[in-house]
Each structure stands twice: as structure tokens, then as C-alpha cells.
């Protein structure tokens, strides 16, 4: 039998699965694909890692491992969902909720006292930030919009908010002893290993991470961003944003960056409450209130502290509000400023969308205003003053004309940054940190301080070959120039450019407009090319995949979550990832409050398609093929009808765009000529859906409006989640005709 993986994940996503699903099985089944799904939620991770602290009953497989392995096959057919990539706070809340659901699961351990406490930080940590998706992704990224779904756009276009030539709003990074600044980088020159090392001032050796393997040709690459330069970069734009009138934000990655981001952003929250730390940083350090965990927890844990203490810290709390510049809010109704978690605020999806609205983001009194948007390195920061400068030129971009800018990014394997996380470190003490190979050879080496941040990645060589393969195939069959982001003045990128030069002679070329430019240039390039309407491919590594495939979306589809993305394994099996939408944590808010969810699902449309195209092509499954067909036309029809959810309870929700879907994906079943036997089996369920459409539109709407109880947000219970998101006793019936 066809076999298709759907993933279960987090929060708007995962409580969406509960609705859509069962439509998928039912469908599916006519073509003899079974559907099965893997938990791979946050909760899930938890508990597959801590099952000796548990019942048997309680304890559950690996299912991010088995997947992991899976990819690794011709077999892998796998849609993969948006997921939490958990910042502490959120670590720590799941963990919280399951201890609450009856899960003996231990505490996180800030500060580790024994080995078994140092041994449940280290499982914990592997769960934290960007743990699934490098175990997925054994394959390159291809994101696009598609035809449909651009049209629509262009039909429909969604709000822009109108620029200024007197906008202040701007980018500012570090010009010198950042990540990109202190960059090294060196080929493999054959089969070995390499093992990361601190030499102190003594010359005693600590050992950072122990010997692992590496290939020839791989690019290996380490660098070192300064405590102390990175805390006077800071502080010199508190004073900017201050003196300049603007609101003062910083943008990170304090969820796929795991280890380095929430370091940073711990030194911003230190620079713009600076009198806090300097009074009482030793206190709040002794009772384990980090700066890196945000403003919230240091709040929250303050209870611990003696009153005095208590007293004082909230009163330089508000000083720092009152004498600093305004900052950007989460939430200015409920007080919630940018610097309160460190996940709320992600550069990838906080620059477009503040470029979508004028420049601005909301500040403690409600109302838009210009910003200093901080990106402390400078690899990529550039990109964005780009695109603001243009927008201060030439106004807002309108989505009725723009181009589009599909992505090929290289990302197979851990490549790039996001292969950090267990090669990144805080340096406690002085010294020289070394990348050594077998023999004990220095291959790089920096000077480093305490509390400079260190960190090495590795980019393998079969990637980076697939990565090249798969932007010229791309190029021919889209007809469109393809670019390479790629700075020849950074040590990284000129080891991929000479490897993307040697790599691109393996293939046919011919009439192929291939570029190779620096972000910075490669971004003004597209931009004017957007503006005329013409199309770009944007090739780039694993981070900067990340941004720019919320960048141009964001402003050309309103949002990331309608991309196609396609990641052909390679190997042969295919994953398909349902968009860049994040995991919405605001639309489960909603829900529970008045039981209207909004997450479109667009994505999962997307990719079950061609899923189930993958699947006829690797098992000649032509009926496989038909539904891939008809769920396009249907998901085209969607799309005109406009009948993605509303944002507002009473109107149109999650629940009601998968009614339509399955109405519009019924009727094209029933009237293909492929397949008359399939075509006659749906014949009917066309009809009922068709005829029933005021009775399931309005048990939809009934339930609108109340609270709603799923039984927990990381790990909802099966029976309520089920209830909750299935309302409508029609439609199911209908659905259920189909098993």
C-alpha cells in the first residue's frame, strides 16, 4: 500500500490536523494511499526523550528519529507541518503543562549541580530550538508561490501600508567583531575528523566537542562575535533610537539559533535596562533570572527575591521604560514590549512584515511609528536596509504587478548556521579557540574573551553539489534568471562561490542567466526587477533561505504560509513542508477564547498535492495522480471563492475552509474522465456536500463565539481537541462515507 507521513506538530497547525485530517484519510483511501501520523510536537519530543521517568504507559517512540532516518530513502513521502522551535520559556511551559497532565517529567535545569541534573539539560537542550527540521532535511529547499496562488494575490491584493521619503526607519549591525567579521573558513582535503578546543592561558586544553567525522570537500567554517564589542554596539543604539525619536527593537532568531540568539538577545535586554544590571545583575543571576530568557521571566521569578530586592528591580524596570526610547510592543494593549520573550519577536517574519507597514511597529501607546531595527551581525542585516531604502525611494510595492522570487536554498544535512547548535559555545574564560583536525593540526583559531560567543559550522559537499544541480534545474524549467547570494568578501562564501563555479560546469547552462552576487547587491537586483514585474530566483544558504522566503512573500502573498515548498530528498523520496507560516501561536489564543481558528491551510493544500504526485511518479499509482490533479483544480477554486478563513468569530474559520476544500476536491473528482470508477464513488459524497452546504456551514458558525476547553495547549487531549475542531456531525457523516 501508498504510504504518505503527516505530521503532527504545535499549536494552530496541529489543532487544524484534528479538522483536516480525517478529510485527508477518507480521500486518500480511494487510491489505496494509507496516511499515517508521526508526533513530532513539542510535548511529543519531550516525552519520547524522558521514558524512563514515565509510566509504559506514557512512554512513546522517537518518531523525530524514525522520520530522521526515513528521509534518508527512496520510501519518504512526508508532509511536514510548521513546529515550535521552543525558546527556553516555551521549554520550560510545555514541560510545565505535561508535569500538570500527570508526566513526572523533571524540571529544566538552569544551573546544572549533578550529573544527572547535567544530563537532563543536555536532553532538553537537544529538544530546544531548531531540533527537527536539520533532522529532516535531507534535501534542498524549493520554495515558490504558485501560479494559482500568485493570480490570486494579483486579483486580491492584501493591504500595504503607504511609505515615506521622511521615514526614519533603519537597519543597524555591527561593522567589526561580529560573526561575519571574524569569519574563517577551510576545505576538507580528505576523509578525517576535526574536534573543537579551547587552549587557555596557560596552556591547559579544554575540550569543547570531542572528534567527529568529516568529508572531503566539505566547507568547515568558525567564527567568534565579542562580548564587549557586541554590549557597545548596543548601547550606542539605545542612545540612537533615543535621540533620533524612533522606537528602539531588536530582531533575532532565538528559536532556530538556540544557542547564539538567546546569548544576544540577553545583552540587549542588559544595554537597554543597563541601570537594572548594574544594581542588581548579581542578585538576579543568584536566583537564576537570566536576561536571555526576556523581561517576562525575570518579572516572574522575582517572588523568590527579598522585598527590597523586588521592589527595586521593578522600580528600575520602569525607569528604563521611562528614560529609554520608546520600545516596540508584542501587544501595547497588554503592555507586552519586544523585549519580554525572546521568541516573540523573529527576524524573518518581523522585518517584512514591519516593511509591509509603512516602516513601523506598534509602540507602548498603540499607535505605528518609525523604528531602529536591530540586527546585531552583519551577514545578512544588509539585505533589509536594501529594501528600505528602495521603499523610501519608490513607495510600497503593490501585489498587483510585483514579480515573484522563488528559492532554492541549500540546507540538506545541517548546512550552514543551522548546523551550529552543538558546535556553539559561550566562552568562560580567556584563551584561543581551536579547530584541529586528526593529526592536530590548527585549521582555525580565534582569540576569544569570556562571554565572547564562538561557534563552528560544516556545509558537506554533496549538498552543495544537489543545492547547484537543483537552481539550474529550476532556472530551465521556470525560464527565469537564477541568482546566487553569495559575498566574495565573506570567508565562507568564497569557498561556495569557487565550488558553485566548478560545480555549474557539470551541468547545461545554455541559455541560463546564472548570476553570483552579494546579498546586498542581489537584493537591488530583485527589487528591480520586482517592481517591473519580472520574476528572480534567489539561491542562498540555510539562513538566509529563512529569511528571504518570508521577505518576498510576505509583500508579494501577504504572507509566508502560502508558498510551495518542495524539499527533494536525496535520495529519492520527497518532503513537503506547508509553507513558512510558523506555528501561529495567536490563532490558538483565539481559538480558546471564542472558538474561531484562522490558521489557513493553504500550505497543507500545497503540499498534499504533490505529495500525492510524488507518490504516483515513485509507485505508479495513477489514482494517486488523480487526486493530486483534482486537489489543484479544487485548491484554484478555493482560491477564487475565496474562502480562506476570516480573522474575525462568527465569520468563516479553518473548520469551513476545509469544507469548501473537500466540496471543491469531491466535484473535481466527480467529474474527471481519468478514472470513471473513482468519479462514480464520488458522485455522491459531490452532491451531499454540495446540497448540505447551509446545514454544515451553520454548524460551523454555531459553535462560534465561547470559550473552548481542548485539554492543553503543548498536549491537548485526543477526545477534546477532536470535539472541538470536528463540530459539524453533517460534514463527518458525509466524510465518513468514504471509508
Not at 510548521?82 to 544551573?111: C, H, M, R, T, W
Not at 537532563?120 to 531540533?131: E, F, L, M, T
Not at 546586498?520 to 530583485?526: M, Q
Not at 488523480?626 to 474575525?648: H, Y
Amino acid at each position: 500500500m501508498s504510504k504518505i507521513i503527516y505530521t503532527h506538530t504545535d499549536e494552530a497547525p496541529m489543532l487544524a490536523t484534528y479538522s483536516f485530517l480525517p478529510i485527508i484519510e477518507a480521500f486518500a483511501s480511494t487510491a489505496g494511499v494509507e496516511v499515517e501520523t508521526r508526533d513530532i510536537s513539542l510535548a511529543g519530543r519531550i516525552i519520547s526523550v524522558f521514558g524512563y521517568y514515565l509510566t509504559p504507559e506514557q512512554q512513546i517512540g522517537d518518531a523525530l528519529a524514525e522520520l530522521g532516518e526515513l528521509a534518508k530513502t527512496p520510501d519518504a513521502n512526508i508532509i511536514k507541518l510548521p513546529n515550535i522551535s521552543a525558546s527556553i520559556p516555551q521549554l520550560k511551559a510545555a514541560v510545565a503543562e505535561l508535569q500538570g497532565q500527570g508526566y513526572n517529567l523533571p524540571d529544566y535545569p538552569d544551573n546544572p549541580s549533578s550529573d544527572e541534573e547535567t544530563a537532563v539539560r543536555s536532553r532538553y537542550d537537544k529538544i530546544k530550538g531548531s531540533a527537527v527540521n536539520p533532522v529532516l532535511r535531507e534535501g534542498n529547499s524549493d520554495r515558490r508561490a504558485p501560479l494559482s496562488v500568485k493570480n490570486y494575490a494579483r486579483q486580491n491584493p492584501h493591504s500595504m501600508g503607504a511609505w515615506s521619503a521622511d521615514s526614519k526607519t533603519n537597519v543597524a549591525h555591527m561593522t567589526a567583531d561580529d560573526f561575519r567579521a571574524n569569519e574563517k573558513s577551510v576545505v576538507i582535503e580528505s576523509d578525517g575528523t576535526i574536534a573543537l578546543q579551547l587552549v587557555r592561558e596557560d596552556g591547559s586544553v579544554k575540550v569543547l566537542k570531542k572528534a567527529f567525522p568529516v568529508l572531503a570537500g566539505e566547507v568547515i567554517d568558525g567564527t567568534v562575535m565579542r562580548a564587549a564589542a557586541l554590549d557597545e554596539f548596543l548601547a550606542a543604539q539605545v542612545v540612537r533610537a533615543k535621540e533620533e525619536g524612533v522606537l528602539f527593537s531588536a530582531h533575532l532568531k532565538a528559536t532556530m539559533m538556540k544557542v547564539s540568539d538567546p546569548i544576544i538577545f540577553g545583552h540587549v535586554v542588559k544595554a537597554y535596562f543597563s541601570e537594572l544590571f548594574e544594581t542588581y545583575g548579581k542578585q538576579l543571576t543568584a536566583a537564576g533570572l537570566s536576561p536571555n530568557n526576556g523581561l517576562a521571566a525575570i518579572l516572574s521569578g522575582l517572588e523568590e527575591l527579598p522585598e527590597d530586592v523586588r521592589a527595586g528591580v521593578k522600580a528600575l524596570i520602569q525607569k528604563g521604560l521611562d528614560d529609554g526610547p520608546a520600545l516596540a510592543m508584542v501587544d501595547s494593549d497588554k503592555g507586552i514590549t519586544s523585549l519580554n520573550v525572546p521568541s516573540d519577536i523573529i527576524v524573518d517574519a518581523s522585518m517584512p512584515a514591519m516593511i509591509r507597514t509603512s516602516g513601523h511597529m506598534w509602540g507602548p501607546d498603540g499607535q505605528e511609528a518609525d523604528t531602529l531595527a536591530v540586527l546585531p551581525d552583519s551577514s545578512y542585516a544588509g539585505i533589509y536596509q536594501v529594501v528600505l531604502d528602495d521603499c523610501r525611494a519608490h513607495g510600497a510595492f503593490d501585489p498587483t504587478t510585483m514579480g515573484t522570487v522563488p528559492n532554492v536554498g541549500l540546507m540538506a544535512q545541517a548546512a550552514e548556521e543551522y548546523g551550529s547548535h552543538d558546535k556553539t559555545f559561550e566562552i568562560q574564560e580567556a584563551g584561543t579557540v581551536q579547530i584541529v583536525d586528526g593529526s592536530g593540526a590548527v585549521l582555525i583559531e580565534h582569540e576569544v574573551a569570556p562571554g565572547d560567543i564562538w561557534r563552528a559550522c560544516q556545509t558537506k559537499d554533496a549538498p552543495i553539489r544537489d543545492w547547484v544541480k537543483l537552481a539550474v534545474t529550476r532556472a530551465r524549467a521556470s525560464k527565469t534568471p537564477a541568482v546566487f547570494w553569495l559575498d566574495e568578501t565573506r570567508a565562507h562564501d568564497t569557498n561556495l562561490i569557487a565550488k558553485v563555479n566548478e560545480y555549474l560546469k557539470d551541468h547545461d547552462t545554455e541559455g541560463l542567466q546564472i548570476e553570483i552576487m552579494s546579498p546586498v547587491k542581489a537584493t537591488a537586483f530583485t527589487l528591480e526587477r520586482i517592481r517591473k514585474g519580472e520574476d528572480t530566483i534567489s539561491v542562498s544558504g540555510n539562513v538566509l533561505r529563512d529569511y528571504l522566503t518570508d521577505l518576498f512573500p510576505i509583500l508579494e502573498l501577504g504572507t509566508s504560509a502560502k508558498m510551495l515548498s518542495v524539499v527533494p530528498l536525496m535520495n529519492g523520496g520527497g518532503l513537503f513542508e506547508t509553507g513558512a507560516g510558523g506555528s501561529a501561536p495567536k490563532h490558538v489564543q483565539q481559538l480558546l477564547k471564542e472558538n474561531h481558528l484562522r490558521w489557513d491551510s493553504l500550505g497543507e493544500f500545497l503540499a498534499l498535492a504533490v505529495s500525492f504526485e510524488h507518490l504516483a511518479t515513485t509507485t505508479n499509482n495513477a489514482r494517486a495522480q488523480v487526486l493530486a490533479d483534482t486537489l489543484d483544480k479544487a485548491t484554484g477554486t478555493f482560491l477564487l471563492e475565496n474562502k480562506s478563513p476570516s480573522r474575525r468569530a462568527g465569520e468563516l474559520d479553518n473548520r469551513g475552509s476545509h469544507y469548501f476544500l473537500a466540496r471543491y476536491w469531491a466535484e473535481e473528482l466527480a467529474k474527471q474522465t481519468e478514472d470513471a470508477e473513482l468519479a462514480a464513488s464520488f458522485a455522491a459524497v459531490a452532491k451531499e456536500l454540495s446540497s448540505n452546504e447551509d446545514t454544515i456551514v451553520g454548524e460551523l458558525a454555531a459553535v462560534q463565539g465561547s470559550a473552548v476547553d481542548v485539554g492543553g495547549y503543548y498536549r491537548p487531549d485526543e477526545a477534546k481537541a477532536s470535539a472541538v475542531m470536528r463540530p459539524s456531525a453533517t460534514l463527518n457523516r458525509v466524510i465518513a462515507t468514504l471509508n
